[in-house]
């Protein structure tokens, strides 16, 4: 297998279908965590949101929002979202899985939806939502050099924060909170690789892991 089908093959391990069908009627959201491969490595597509919004300004994140009335699914939302933001054509997107849902500090229930791109998308950023589109090798999330760790709790546990330097702009990003927690999870499912760093992931069983942690986090609300 070349290296998409591979990490095709490794994703769809942890895709869930009906295991969170159980879950109370909450506001809905997803987001897009958009795959390619570029020059023999897996790259991951990310956002910077326009600093004219009024939340998370200028904030490294996915492509994603709500859920709206029209949307059939968490798929469509992720991929409606994503031509929004980035003018990035559902038929160009092969989706792979669903992961997990996660529930955000403001009672919103996120679902990360994970697909591969072409390399040869070219962005086209809605001004007033997005400033600029980039993409880093997803190994980038595995690596002890640019990373920190705050004892502040989120989704996933312990805060996790990024800086990284894009290397065709200079332009320097701190990728944190549940972005970057959501990129270390995609890079050691698709990777096959623990990070340099702890994260607390039950590997053997990550999915039961996530289910005790949500309904933690639900029984809270």
Same mark, same amino acid.
């Given at each position: 297998?070349?290296l998409?089908?591979q990490t095709?093959a490794?994703?769809?391990?942890y ?7 159980y ?13 390619l491969?570029k020059d023999?490595?897996?790259?991951? /597509?990310?956002? +910077?949101r326009?600093? &004219? ?6 904030? =490294?994140c !996915?492509p994603g929002?709500?859920?709206e009335?029209s ?8 991929l409606?979202e994503?031509e929004e933001?980035i003018?990035?054509?559902p038929n ?6 669903? /992961?997990f849902? +996660?529930l955000n500090? &403001?009672?919103l229930?996120?679902?990360?939806v =994970?697909? !591969? ?7 086209s ?10 993409t880093?090798?997803l190994?980038?999330f595995?690596?002890?050099a640019?990373?920190s ?5 989120g989704?996933?546990g ?7 330097t894009?290397?065709?702009t ?5 990728i944190?909170?549940?972005t ?9 499912f698709?990777l096959?690789k623990?990070?340099e760093?702890?994260?607390?992931l039950?590997l053997k069983?990550p999915?039961?892991?996530f289910?005790?942690?949500l309904?933690q986090r639900?029984?809270?609300?």
């Amino acid at each position: 297998m070349d290296l998409k089908e591979q990490t095709i093959a490794s994703l769809k391990k942890y895709e869930t279908r009906d295991e969170f069908s159980y879950l109370p009627a909450l506001p809905k959201a997803s987001v897009l965590i958009p795959l390619l491969v570029k020059d023999g490595q897996l790259q991951v /597509l990310l956002n +910077v949101r326009s600093l &004219n919004l009024k939340v998370h300004a200028g904030e =490294v994140c !996915f492509p994603g929002g709500k859920s709206e009335s029209s949307d059939r699914n968490e798929i469509d939302t992720a991929l409606r979202e994503a031509e929004e933001e980035i003018g990035l054509p559902p038929n160009r997107v092969e989706v792979v899985c669903k /992961l997990f849902p +996660v529930l955000n500090k &403001n009672g919103l229930l996120i679902t990360p939806v =994970v697909a !591969f791109i072409e390399e040869s998308f070219k962005a086209s950023p809605n001004p007033h939502e997005v400033s600029e589109v980039f993409t880093l090798p997803l190994e980038f999330f595995t690596k002890e050099a640019d990373h920190s760790c705050y004892p502040v709790p989120g989704a996933f546990g312990s805060t996790h924060s990024f800086i990284y330097t894009d290397p065709s702009t200079g332009n320097i990003h701190q990728i944190w909170g549940l972005t970057a927690s959501l990129a270390i999870i995609v890079a050691v499912f698709a990777l096959r690789k623990k990070p340099e760093f702890e994260i607390g992931l039950n590997l053997k069983d990550p999915v039961s892991q996530f289910k005790d942690v949500l309904n933690q986090r639900l029984s809270k609300l």
